[in-house]
């Protein structure tokens, strides 16, 4: 009886076997029958974001939902091929989509473990999940993706399914395939990276967000020794080696910092400009655009905006930290309230956010994102000293355990207590003879605030605006020699637009007639007052937009002879253009090319130019005394300062407004004019003394400095029509033994011996009174 049941039982079991195995086929039947196409694979056409190139065509930005390097398996380095194997499938050349033996080997660590601890997914299980599949956990899907696999393999080669993988595998921070994950974590090309960072790449895959370097540093090495000993285990590396790359350290570089140069205002302007043309298809179609920047000008912009925004916020004091964090937010578990506080802030560049720990006067330990804790003293306190006293008055903000501040390393590798400066600056250099945007900086820090002060800040540029008033009283007739009274004026509302107005000249002396030239040289606010007045306001509001401005924003006023209109640096860069390339108004681009993902040409932006249709807006004799005239404000007078640079081809005008709210130095060589501007987003003063000349100007010299470095000195030649004659400096009559020598238009040039009211030209006779 036993035995009959025993064989009705195997029987049953078999014949329900049998039934499990046929349902099981015909499931599989019909699940491969409805699989996808595989042309997604065989005509692979992955999504490819926007980038952005300078001129010598190096990456500056790139944006897309998916950062993605396509590359072909002949230029996956081969360290890096067995990195990959090693940690997610060491028999991928032995078995066909499914690897048996992985399975019963994932099957039996699971079960020693009493928990899911492997995986059995293959490569190609994985290609087929990545490119048709959802990561849903169910039998049907897990069917369909071996199913898959098998169908893979049959049609595609195992080179070209590992090169599916390489480029398609999502592995952190918007990185899509190897070649950009190199890029984001460590800078590099793919063929750059060395077998410990290949190690690292290939451990990402099993969970990008928990063993990226740049999120969880220490799960990353954890990650990446395993990879290592799989390595070694897999007889690819020695012992030895394996003893020594487990020693090395990874450098991981921030993602911001990937790129060739600093450039993140002038990719967002492209982004938008590209935007605007190709809709969505902007970001996956791998669009390359091309611009104007030069290498070595955009850096040189971006350490000297750094460096003097920097300088001038130290100047003002510390300010405290920025915020408390409570560091028994999770109990005893203090490392994970301290990544949790640092998660959402932003390191800016250099400068790092961290919490402090323990503070003494004389030493704080503070937390750095990623783990480690950093301990300042000495120097390196001294910026923050006050905020570290034992004695603390209440109500006041100080440096303690869970204050939120910011480090820095010096030039001699020591750690600094700093703060991020609450002011802004900006500074954009271009070409004159075309236009083109040689560099571009449009804040002290992208990622902390993205207005772009060069394109959308809109501030009154102070005496930095004179020369263009100057401009027009040439044309008015007069002369860098013209005698002008520097004294007090009064002027009521109906003057000025607003109010009664009693305006000071910066250093709040009056020095009375003085020669036109001696008079911008100083930038004397009380003569260019009476210069507009001579002239016709409404003839010098008409008159600024030759050189690009609006007229609406400069209303015809007194205050406009010192700058109280509105103007943005862009504007102002194509202003000071038009004297440095002769009189020519161009128009300051970006853009150079545009091609598509295979290098074809869709745009090539052809600029107008000097040689190039450009319009001619003021008389080059105009724009050549206007240059002298500005090289002697660099020479011998408010940018002097500039001098320390050894150029005799400078020329530029400070600008300083009101309570000091602005501060600017707009200048130029022959070839390269460039502005730089600083200011409160919230308007504000800047403090006393906190000038054009002491603010602006050092970011000016700090970035033509190395960018003229080699540069051959530029002559300024006087044009047709200009000639030179001795005068007396004082009184700015010709003499034949004058002590110095002035230009003039030929039609201007005053005669010899004549007495003085003869000697003024005709339109500064007639206009003594407001000269006077």
Known sequence: MFARWLYYFFVTLSALGLIGVLLAGFAGLVIYSNLPSLDTLTDYRPKIPLRIYSEEGQIIGEFGAERRNVVSISEVPEHLKQAILAAEDDRFYEHGGVDYLGVLR???????????????????????????????KTLTRKLSEALLAFKIEHSLSKDKILELYVNQIYLGHRSYGFAAAAHTYFGKSLQEINIVEAAMLAGLPKAPSSYNPLSNPKRAKSRQLYVLGR???????????????????????????????????????????????????????????????????????????????????????????????????????????????????????????????????????????????IEITGDGLKFAQKFLTEKKDP???????????????????????????????????????????????????????????????WRQPGSSFKPFIYSAALEKGFTPATIINDAPLSFSATQTGSQLWEPKNFDGKFEGPMRMRTALTKSKNLVSIRILQAIGIQYAQDYITRFGFDASRHPPYLPMALGSGSVTPMQMAAGYAVFANGG????????????????????????????????????????????????????????????????????????????????????????????????????????????????????WMDYMGPVLKGVAMAEYKPPNGVVAARINSATGFRETGGDMTEYFLSEQLPPLNENPVEHTPKVTRDLQDQLF
Not at 300 to 309: E, F, H, I
Not at 428 to 439: E, L, T, W, Y
Request: proline share 3%.
């Open 106 to 136: 994932a099957a039996y660590s699971n079960f020693s473990a009493g928990s899911v601890r492997q995986g059995a997914s293959t490569i190609t299980m994985q290609v087929a999940r990545n490119f048709f599949l959802t990561r849903e």
């Open 584 to 699: 020519f108004r161009i128009a300051p681009y970006f853009i150079k090319k545009i091609e598509d993902e295979k290098g074809n040409i869709i745009e090539q932006f052809q600029p107008v130019s000097v040689t190039n249709g450009a319009k001619r807006v003021i008389d080059p004799r105009n724009a050549f005394i206007m240059t002298s005239m500005m090289q002697d404000v660099v020479n011998q007078g408010t940018a002097a300062k500039a001098r320390q640079l050894g150029r005799t081809d400078l020329a530029g005008k400070t600008g300083t407004t009101s309570n000091f709210i602005d501060a600017w130095f707009c200048g130029f060589q022959k070839d390269l004019v460039t502005i730089a501007w600083t200011g409160y987003d919230e308007p504000k003063s800047m403090g006393n003394n906190e000038t054009g000349g002491r603010v602006a100007l050092p970011i």
């Open 395 to 457: 109500g006041k903000k100080y440096i303690t355990p869970g204050a939120l501040i910011r480090i820095q390393k010096n030039q001699k590798n020591v750690w600094h207590i700093v703060q991020l400066p609450e002011i802004e600056a900006a500074l954009v250099s271009i070409d004159p003879n075309d236009g083109a945007i040689r560099a571009l900086i449009g804040g002290f820090d992208f990622y902390k605030n993205q207005f772009n002060h060069v394109t959308q800040a």
């Open 231 to 373: 390595l070694h285990k897999l007889n690819y590396i020695s012992s030895n080696e394996l003893s020594e790359l487990e020693k090395q350290p990874v450098p991981v570089k921030k993602q911001s910092t990937a790129f060739a140069m600093r450039a993140e205002y002038v990719a967002e302007m492209v982004r938008q400009v590209i935007y605007d043309r190709y809709q969505e298809e902007t970001y996956d179609k791998g669009i390359k655009v091309y611009t104007t920047l030069r290498q070595l000008d955009q850096e040189a912009a971006y350490q000297a905006l750094r460096k003097n925004v920097i300088d001038y916020d130290r100047r003002r004091g510390y300010r405290g930290p920025e915020a408390y964090i409570d560091l028994m937010k999770y109990g005893g578990n203090q490392e994970k309230t301290l990544d949790d506080a640092l998660d959402e802030i932003n390191d800016s560049d250099d400068i790092y956010a961290a919490v402090v720990i323990a503070a003494k006067p004389n030493v704080v330990q503070a937390y750095k994102k990623g783990g480690e804790v």
